[in-house]
Structures are given as structure tokens and as C-alpha cells.
């Protein structure tokens, strides 16, 4: 499973380009989303995060005649709740800030994401114009930056323990 | 009739078998303790009985029914965990109902159940905490609270109070039989730890690599051990087992003579052994210091050490013309480490166990009997 993390971008790149056009989600929002939605780096953050928690609390739910979808909402769910939280966060992230993938999806300015908004400004015919560029920066970065501070705890947790082996 | 039976169980992983064949008759409302060194098959068997095991062959027989298939959610039984596996999201009170809410119980029924285990228990200024917030003995209250409400016909516990300091473990044991002569359900107790076996149960179930070794009172475990095995195990310390020929009447260890009594004579010659040696095993406690040497009472050795217990002192002795070594527990004053002692044993309390089988030869006074 972990090896496909080893495959390089763009090497499914253009695959997946043919793949989405194919299903007629070119130029949309959703044919930037839809083949990031199960990502490898993320099943293996909750999992270590899941192998934290003690068996003999499953086992102790189990005696108690509890079903195994009540036991992962009530006794896992809470218990990897932070590893969720900060998986998601990087993800977010990463997604907000990702320029290669959209610049191939998405076609017409309306659809554009942030980052492919901000290119617009950089480097264009007429040179760079740095006020607009600027501003578009900061709003850029501004909603990242925010959720990072107020879930820094959690990340930094997150990543830390599956390094360590609980 | 809320008994448990096992029936040529068997429990392998793949190729490895921990269990080869366990016959064993848990009785309804009895103090069961599983009592054993570690890797012995204890705690399988109590995880057999819980249904987090799989049975690989043989039966295994709740009140009647057998249940080898039956999950162990629906087998009514409660756990208390080794490590208490209480939910760390949730605060004592979550923890202690969540199984009757989950069960859609009936809410005052819950609450009523709630606050006898919290008073039972002493929990209650701890109701409201987190488990992170709670001293490891506060914990295993609040395992045990949890195991209570449930109210079910089995409670097994799996070295409920390993985890606990020596003075907290005194207390606990006694809350631990408290709480079964309340309920009355049927109680099996894992442990390693001989003490707690000995003063908890009703009956110990001895087991060693997997087998059943002796199943009996605390007592008898104590005062007629079936083997060698059992017999070292209980008591601390434990009892010392020590080369010994028997013939005509007389005890030889090393160079010591002792006069065996009619009873003992008599069941040595009923089992004779092949170069006339056996183990011969005494408590350290039913063994006597003499100021004066008795001869055919008692026997000389070396002091090669002692251990102070407060209220009594062991020593290790080694009785002249062997390189064995005995412990007696004693309070008369003893000369330094080197000299030499006498010492004798109390016969009403001897066991002799056969060298090869490691089986006791007997009670003589059932000899006698006979």
C-alpha cells in the first residue's frame, strides 16, 4: 500500500487527465477533487493512529454485546480524533495550495482555484504587477495559516506519535 | 445451574498448541482462581471461557449449553481487564453505564444500578473524571464498577490487580470477595500470584504448560500437593524439595539419620523406589531448630545465609554430606553464618514424591487408614 506513495505525479498525471475527460469532468471543481480523495499518506496517519488504542478497550466493548459500526463511532472515532483532524488540516493544506493538477483540469478563469488566480498576476504580459500579486498572496495564504495556528497541537502530535511506537 | 465445563478443550495458534486437554467443572457461585507462572494457559482459558478465544477442539459448556460458537457478547459474562481497558474519552460514569445504554436499558434502572456500584465502590467523588484524572487504583474501581452493573452470571477478572501496589492489593482482594458474596455469580480469577490465590478462592485450578496440574481447596493445595510442581509453588517461601533415601525405617539426608515413623516407614515400602531415593519435601516452616543435637530427630547443617522477614528469619542451611540446601523459618536466636546447627522436621507435615513421576507417594495417615 505504501508503495504507491513511490509513484512519481507525473507519471499518473496524464492518465488521470484522460480518465477525467473522459467522464466529462474536465473544467470542473470536481475533476480536481475526485482522484485525491484517497490518498495513501492518509489511511496510513489514521491507521497508526488506530493501532494506538488498546485492543482490550475494543474487547472490553465487545463483551458489553456492542455492534462492531457502534463500537468504531463511539470508542475508536473520538479516540483518533485528533489524528483526523490534523490528517485533514494538512490535507487542506496541500489541496489549497497545489498548482500543477488544476492547472490541467480547469480551463475557463471562473473555475479557477486560488493558486492558478494568483499565476494570473505573476510573470504576465505586461509584467508583473506586484500590488494586485501581492494581495492575492496574503488572501491566499491568510485561511492556511490561520487553521495551522489554531491546530498546530494536533499536527505536530499527529505526526509525532506515528514516528513513535505507542 | 450456572456452572462452566470444559470438556477435552483444546487451544492451538496454527502449529503451537498452548492447550492440550483441559477437563475442568467450574461450579455455580464459586471463587475459581486459575493460578500459574506466566505462559501457562491461564489466561487463554479464562479468554476461552469470555469468548475472545477460539476453541480449536473440544466443548466448552455454559449452564448446560454449549457455546463454543456463541459470541461473546451474548454469553452474559462480565470482564475486568489486566489493564482495565476503561474508555479514556469517556468520564467514570460514561464508562461504568455505556454498556447499559448502549442495550437500551431502562434509565432509572441504570441510574439505580449506577449509584449502588458508585457507593459499593466509593467512586462517587470521582463520578464525573476522566480516567486520565484517576489514581491506578481509582481506575480499577472503576473497571470493576463497570463489570458489577452489568449484573451477569460470570465475572472473570484478569489479573485484576497486578497493576496495583502491595497495600492497595490487600485492600482490593478483600473488596474483590466482598463484592462476590454480594452477588453470589460465578467467579474465575486469573492470577500468578500464589497469596491472592490462596486467600480469595474457593478452589485453585493449578496449571502448568498448558495442563490441568490439581484442582482443589486452598488447603489441600497447601497441605497435600499432588506434585512437585504444586508443591513449590505455594507457599513462599516455597517448600524445600531435597534428595532423601528411605529404608529400614530411616530418613537419610546426607549424612543425617533420621527415624521415620511407622506410617512413613510403612508407605515407603508400599512404593518402592528403584535405588531407594526420593524427593523428599518440608515447608520452612514445619521445620524446627534444636540447641542439642537428638539423634534420630535431628539432623546437622551449615548456615550459609539468612533473610530477615521481621516477625521470623529464614535460613539457608546445608545439611552436612550434601551440597543441598534447606530454608527453615525460625525466631530462636541463631549463631553466625558458618556455623552449624540441628534441626529437625515435623513428619505430620513431611511429603515424599516419587523421583521420576514427581507424584506424592500419599498421605500416610490414609495409609493408615486403610
Not at chain 2, 238 to 248: K, Q, Y
Amino acid at each position: 500500500m505504501l508503495m504507491t506513495m513511490f509513484v512519481p505525479f507525473t507519471v499518473t498525471m496524464i492518465p488521470n487527465y484522460l480518465l477525467i475527460s473522459r467522464i466529462h469532468l474536465a473544467d470542473n471543481i470536481w475533476g480536481v477533487a475526485l482522484p485525491q480523495l484517497a490518498d495513501v499518506l492518509g489511511i496510513f496517519l489514521i491507521r497508526q493512529a488506530m493501532r494506538g488504542i488498546p485492543v482490550s478497550l475494543i474487547e472490553a466493548a465487545k463483551m458489553e454485546d456492542i455492534s462492531d459500526r457502534k463500537i468504531m463511532t463511539d470508542i475508536v472515532l473520538p479516540l483518533v480524533k485528533p489524528a483526523v483532524i490534523s490528517t485533514g488540516i494538512i490535507f487542506f493544506i496541500n489541496s489549497w495550495n497545489e498548482y500543477v493538477w488544476p492547472v490541467l483540469i480547469l480551463k475557463t478563469v471562473d473555475n479557477y482555484t486560488l493558486s492558478l488566480a494568483l499565476q494570473m498576476f505573476i510573470s504576465s504580459e505586461g509584467g508583473t504587477d506586484f500590488t494586485v500579486a501581492m494581495a492575492v498572496s496574503v488572501m491566499t495564504m491568510s485561511i492556511p495559516l490561520i487553521l495551522y495556528i489554531i491546530f498546530q497541537r494536533y499536527i505536530i502530535n499527529t505526526f509525532a506519535s506515528a514516528g513513535i511506537k505507542g | 445451574m450456572k456452572n462452566i465445563v470444559f470438556d477435552h478443550v483444546k487451544k492451538a495458534y496454527g502449529k503451537t498448541v498452548i492447550i492440550k486437554d483441559l477437563n475442568l467443572e467450574i461450579l455455580p457461585g464459586e471463587r475459581l482462581i486459575l493460578l500459574g507462572p506466566s505462559g501457562c494457559g491461564k489466561s487463554t482459558t479464562l479468554r476461552m471461557i469470555a469468548g475472545l478465544e477460539e476453541i480449536s477442539g473440544g466443548d466448552l459448556y455454559m449452564d448446560g449449553v454449549r457455546v463454543n460458537d456463541v459470541p461473546c457478547g451474548k454469553r452474559g459474562v462480565s470482564m475486568v481487564f489486566q489493564n482495565y481497558a476503561i474508555y479514556p474519552h469517556m468520564t467514570v460514569k460514561d464508562n461504568i453505564t455505556y454498556g447499559l445504554r448502549a442495550r437500551h436499558g431502562d434509565p432509572k434502572e441504570i441510574e439505580r444500578r449506577l449509584k449502588d456500584a458508585l457507593e459499593m465502590l466509593r467512586l462517587e467523588p470521582y463520578a464525573d473524571r476522566k480516567p486520565k484524572d484517576l489514581s491506578g487504583g481509582q481506575r480499577q474501581r472503576g473497571a470493576l464498577a463497570r463489570a458489577i452493573v452489568k449484573q451477569a452470571d460470570y465475572f472473570l477478572l484478569d489479573e485484576p490487580l497486578s497493576n496495583l501496589d502491595a497495600q492497595l492489593r490487600l485492600h482490593a482482594r478483600k473488596e474483590l470477595v466482598r463484592i462476590h458474596e454480594k452477588y453470589h455469580n460465578t467467579m474465575i480469577y486469573v492470577t500468578h500470584d500464589q497469596v491472592e490465590a490462596m486467600t480469595v478462592a474457593n478452589r485453585i485450578a493449578l496449571m502448568n504448560g498448558g495442563d490441568l496440574v490439581m484442582l482443589d481447596t486452598p488447603a489441600n493445595v497447601y497441605n497435600h500437593p499432588e506434585d512437585i510442581f504444586a508443591a513449590k509453588f505455594i507457599g513462599s517461601p516455597s517448600m524445600n524439595i531435597v534428595e532423601a533415601s528411605c529404608g529400614d525405617g530411616v530418613l537419610a539426608i546426607g549424612e543425617g539419620r533420621l527415624t521415620l515413623p511407622q506410617a512413613w516407614a510403612d508407605l515407603v515400602r508400599s512404593h518402592p523406589a528403584a535405588d531407594g531415593t526420593y524427593m523428599a519435601g518440608i515447608r520452612p516452616e514445619h521445620l524446627f531448630v534444636s540447641h542439642e543435637p537428638q539423634p534420630g530427630r535431628t539432623l546437622q547443617g551449615v548456615i550459609k545465609y539468612r533473610e530477615n522477614y521481621g516477625s521470623r528469619t529464614g535460613v539457608y542451611v546445608e545439611p552436612l554430606g550434601t551440597d543441598q540446601e534447606l530454608i527453615i523459618l525460625t525466631d530462636e536466636p541463631l549463631p553466625e553464618n558458618g556455623s552449624t546447627i540441628n534441626f529437625g522436621l515435623d513428619f505430620n507435615k513431611f511429603h515424599l514424591f516419587d523421583k521420576e513421576t514427581q507424584k506424592t507417594l500419599g498421605d500416610p495417615a490414609a495409609a493408615e487408614a486403610v
